[in-house]
């Protein structure tokens, strides 16, 4: 990983309209990527990795949104970009790959043109140097016979190979920034083995900066360089992988761990973490979020805040000194 700090996000948070009163959804995230690191952000459904991914690409209804805070890339804020300079950086600088390769492609548009279509900001290549750069990144996705591929549509392909594609648009222009929101959730287990693989191959051939956006703990461990545990729109822990795995310290990240199914847990064995993660309209931000989660563990008052407990160790709040597990106590 490189000395070189790619995206800064300081205290990020961002609000959704809803009904004519703003809800907060994610709440003073701050985080730093590197060059050539992967960082994973998990979490449960609703967590707020989404709605992170979306206000660092700028993907939001400004009508309906309120995002506060700083997102420096490359010493740009991009927070105060207009649309034609965010669409210029999307295109050039930051490449996306979203969870249903199938939603994110024209159905009507050949593979090739779709591709093609990313090269188009560079009007210096000519058009034969475009088709062979479209071949170069089928092939480089790991997609046999690129000529005949690029002449075919979406539907003609299988799902992991319309993932592939889609990683082929997302690094068409070598982005130094690659988000990927649930790369492999749509694919079954062989499929997706292959596709963390060749997100990593990506990463080290383009010395992108990755942020992977996961639920699955499985894939964080598989590629991540460190990690972003994140509740009700906060980070409750962060820091090197290998720290989060065997020294996870919150009692979310060590029961997201716990929950974690592994080849030897029989299916009725697993841990279940009592209740959800609340809507945004019933968060209260001046309390610790997950306390109701666990009710067994005595409440602090107040909300807790995000601390450095070894070098680039954060955890949130002091209950994980003495959490344990209901069977535990
Ligand atoms: N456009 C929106 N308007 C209103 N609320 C939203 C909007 N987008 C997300 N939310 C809410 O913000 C919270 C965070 O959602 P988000 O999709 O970011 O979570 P997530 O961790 O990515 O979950 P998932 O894995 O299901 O996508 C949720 O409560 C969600 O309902």
Redesign the pocket.
């Known amino acids: 990983m490189s000395e070189k700090i790619l995206l800064s996000i300081k205290d990020v948070s961002t609000a959704?309209k809803?009904n004519g009163e703003y809800?907060t959804?994610?709440d003073k995230v701050s985080l730093d990527l590197h060059q050539d690191e992967v960082l994973a952000i998990v979490?449960?459904?609703?967590?707020?990795?989404?709605?992170?991914?979306?206000s660092i690409i700028g993907l939001?209804?400004m009508n309906?949104?309120k995002i506060n805070g700083e997102i420096d890339f490359n010493g740009r804020d991009i927070l105060k970009l207009n649309e034609s300079e965010f669409n210029q950086l999307r295109g050039n600088d930051m490449g996306m790959i979203f969870q249903d390769p199938l939603a994110a492609l024209n159905p009507l548009m050949r593979i090739g043109d779709q591709i093609k279509e990313t090269l188009d900001v560079h009007s210096d290549m000519t058009e034969n140097q475009k088709n062979a750069r479209v071949h170069e990144l089928i092939d480089q996705v790991g997609i046999p016979n690129p000529e005949r591929v690029a002449r075919q549509f979406p539907h003609e392909l299988s799902g992991g190979m319309r993932q592939r594609i889609i990683i082929a648009i997302a690094i068409a222009n070598k982005p130094e920034l690659i988000i990927a929101?649930?790369p492999t959730t749509a694919l079954d287990v062989t499929i997706q083995a292959q596709i963390l693989d060749l997100l990593k191959d990506i990463q080290q051939e383009n010395h992108a900066g990755i942020i992977l956006?996961t639920?699955d703990l499985g894939v964080v461990a598989e590629v991540a360089d460190t990690v972003a545990v994140?509740y009700a729109?906060e980070i409750v822990e962060q820091g090197p992988v290998d720290i989060i795995f065997n020294e996870p310290k919150h009692p979310y990240t060590r029961s997201l761990l716990r929950a974690m199914p592994t080849l030897d847990t029989e299916n009725d064995d697993l841990y279940v973490i009592e209740g959800s993660?609340p809507?945004?309209k019933k968060m209260d931000r001046n309390s610790d979020l997950f306390a109701p989660r666990i009710p067994w563990v005595p409440v602090t008052p107040g909300h807790p805040e995000i601390k450095e407990v070894a070098p680039g160790h954060l955890v949130r709040g002091e209950n994980w000194k003495y959490f344990k597990f209901k069977d535990e106590v």
């Open positions: 959704f809803i809800y959804a994610i979490g449960e459904s609703g967590s707020g990795k989404s709605t992170l991914a979306t939001h209804n309906a949104t929101d649930e956006i639920h994140m729109g993660v809507s945004i």
